[in-house]
């Protein structure tokens, strides 16, 4: 692929996704890289949105409640990881940004780089919040892509540590920011006063510890009737996010004595939207709390439940944001930690704008030079013999990066076939997620008596 030059040629990027979450920051991750790449303007770049079909693939409503993200979600298609790779190869994209869990980014690398094309696109991928678990193995799984984004100044050094600690290349690590941070400064209003639980799905994940803070919640709308309490959730029961939700907040409330107090509701929807009216964003370790950091909404941190890595609350430690709901109770309101904020990458101190530049210049530069060198991770079928085939198989790919027999086939997309094919899948998924949320947690309680 020659430099591109001509402004005139509108620059082709592709984002795959496999949640959500995880749709919503490549989608924007696109758009803050390639505004202004390469001479290009936002008028200038086609973004073509792809969904990698799994257990997470989000719903109509939940990209709807993404927000804008600047792609038309009507022309976002549901892909397979063979599918992709051919569109890759027939699209001739000029920038990927692989917006996946590890194991998948590792499969669309290899899968790639086994493509051999003669002008291959500049690849980007990252973590769609903070990073509390599987830091090594994450890292590693995504080794290998041009751009590794970190979220912070505490995250690029990590990041670099990892890979230099193994002996892999860690030039890729390029610090950048959460692509979704914004909206207006937190501004007290006379006569408001809303307080939003932010909920996560698989944190914390006993039916116990989540009907612990939903209780709380619901006692503290209680003593405090004047204040407007909210639960924001992140799906409605039988959809998935990036986390497998095994107990819903929402079926936990329906069986929660004495009812809930009218100060009281369950909300859905855009995160920014409801941190428009935030007054106290409270969470246990929700990236959420990045963004309210970033507006100056005050956060609080819980520690009710400890202050444990399987929380990711430890994220926090010298934050200044940990504290319990006894001292919220009593009004307390946490005060952020001002050299712990400048390592986080949220940026409130107005530099958020310039947060992207340095991301932005290497897209350019890629995007400029003759001729990129080769896709080479860190995994191959040499260093990983016993890890790295599991995981392109998966995804229906040889150890070599190449489809396995028959995972290349047209898939049927209409007629009675194709319908028949897509109501066993829709079936198949209904059935996983009763698996997880109703089937799992009964035979857990069984072998716990």
């Not at 912070?152 to 692509?179: C, I, K, M, N, Q």
């Amino acid at each position: 692929m020659p430099p591109r030059t001509d402004k005139t040629t509108a620059l082709r990027v592709a984002v795959l996704a496999d949640s959500d979450t995880r749709w919503k920051w490549g989608a924007l991750t696109a758009r803050r890289l390639t505004t202004g790449a390469s001479g290009t303007s936002a008028q200038h770049v086609e973004i073509t949105g792809l969904l990698l079909r799994g257990r997470a693939t989000p719903t109509p409503r939940q990209l709807a409640e993404v927000g804008d993200v600047g792609i038309d979600t009507e022309r976002v298609r549901e892909v397979t990881a063979v599918e992709f790779l051919h569109t890759v190869r027939d699209e001739g994209y000029d920038v990927v940004v692989l917006a996946l869990v590890g194991g998948a980014v590792q499969a669309m690398l290899h899968g790639l780089a086994a493509l051999r094309l003669p002008a291959r696109p500049v690849v980007v991928t990252g973590y769609v919040g903070v990073v509390y678990e599987k830091l090594a193995d994450g890292l590693l799984l995504r080794h290998g892509a041009d751009i590794v984004l970190a979220n912070s100044r505490h995250d690029a050094e990590r990041f670099r540590a990892v890979y230099e600690g193994v002996g892999a290349d860690a030039s890729a690590v390029t610090e950048a920011a959460l692509p979704f941070l914004g909206g207006e400064p937190h501004r007290p209003r006379v006569g408001r006063d809303t307080v939003v639980f932010a909920a996560q799905p698989s944190v914390p994940a006993s039916r116990a510890d989540r009907t612990y803070l939903l209780r709380r919640l619901v006692e503290h709308a209680r003593l405090h009737p004047d204040r407007e309490v909210l639960l924001k959730l992140r799906s409605k029961p039988g959809e998935h996010t990036t986390h497998i939700e095994e107990l819903p907040y929402q079926r936990l409330a329906e069986r929660l004595p004495g009812g809930l107090p009218p100060n009281f509701r369950l909300v859905y929807g855009h995160m920014g939207e409801v941190l428009d009216r935030t007054d106290l964003l409270v969470t246990v370790s929700s990236t959420a709390a990045l963004e309210s950091l970033h507006r100056r909404v005050p956060t609080a941190i819980l520690t009710d439940l400890g202050v444990r890595e399987t929380l990711g609350n430890h994220h926090f430690i010298g934050s200044g944001l940990l504290t319990s709901w006894d001292r919220l109770d009593g009004g307390f309101r946490p005060e952020p930690d001002p050299a712990w904020l400048a390592g986080q990458g949220v940026a409130a101190d107005g530099t958020y704008a310039t947060a992207y530049d340095h991301a932005r210049a290497r897209v350019d530069a890629l995007l400029a030079a003759a001729r990129l060198p080769d896709l080479a991770p860190y995994y191959t079928p040499a260093t990983a013999p016993g890890y790295l085939p599991g995981i392109l198989a998966r995804h229906h790919l040889a150890p070599d990066g190449h489809p396995l027999p028959g995972a290349d086939r047209p898939r049927e997309t209409g007629g009675v076939r194709g319908a028949m094919r897509d109501a066993v899948r829709e079936a198949a998924r209904g059935a996983y997620r009763q698996g997880v949320q109703r089937v799992a947690p009964v035979i857990r309680r069984m072998g716990e008596l």
